[in-house]
């Protein structure tokens, strides 16, 4: 397994070992000493999320004002363009954003720590997306920041608007978004 700090360090990109040959192929998807080594702290996670999108499909950008989320997440169908946004004021990469493609056949995690806003978009004809939360989804706290946020200036890899759920739709501008202040 070979695991990479990206330009914001706190977000890891992780490649598993993959052993295959002409009847499959076998990886270790996840072992809980190595993530905790890697990541520095203990992590439990409590909930595992499973969605399909189809091309253009884009969700996010989203984050748990109260009871945030830290997601490990990876593509088991198809391939995503996977966002992360820093929300934490006291953090030094605070408002930048970092992204990776996910496949089904580059089997690269992304792990995205509590403090963060996340997003991504289906680059295939359909996408099937999976991720472990160290907290239990809670509408009540959900927010969401609009995706082609100028300030952001994400480089998404589409071309044209891409379809969103109403919610996603009316995310708010950075500047006016909720932020994290003790992380």
């Known amino acids: 397994m070979q695991i ?13 070992s993959v052993f295959g040959d002409e009847r499959g192929f076998f990886y270790e ?8 080594d890697a990541v520095g702290h203990k992590v439990t996670f409590v909930q595992d999320n499973h969605s399909k999108s189809a091309r253009n499909v884009l969700r996010g950008l989203h984050y748990q004002i109260q009871q945030p989320q830290g997601k490990l997440v990876r593509v088991v169908a198809g391939s995503v363009f996977d966002v992360a946004v820093d929300l934490r004021r006291s953090s030094s990469t605070f ?29 295939s004809d359909s996408a099937e997306f999976v991720y472990k939360t160290t907290n239990y989804y809670a509408p009540q706290f959900e927010r969401s920041i609009i995706w082609n946020d100028p300030e952001l ?20 501008q950075f500047e006016i978004a909720e932020k994290f202040e003790d992380y």
């Open 4 to 16: 990479t700090r990206l330009s914001i360090p706190d977000v890891l990109r992780i490649e598993p």
């Open 95 to 123: 408002g930048t954003w970092v992204g990776e493609v996910l496949s089904a056949e580059n089997k690269v995690q992304m792990w995205i720590p509590e403090g963060f806003a996340h997003g991504f978009v289906a680059l």
């Open 29 to 36: 998807s996840f072992h809980q000493a190595r993530f905790e």
């Open 153 to 172: 200036n994400i480089a998404w890899p589409i071309s044209g608007k891409p379809e969103l759920s109403g919610k996603d739709a009316n995310g708010k």
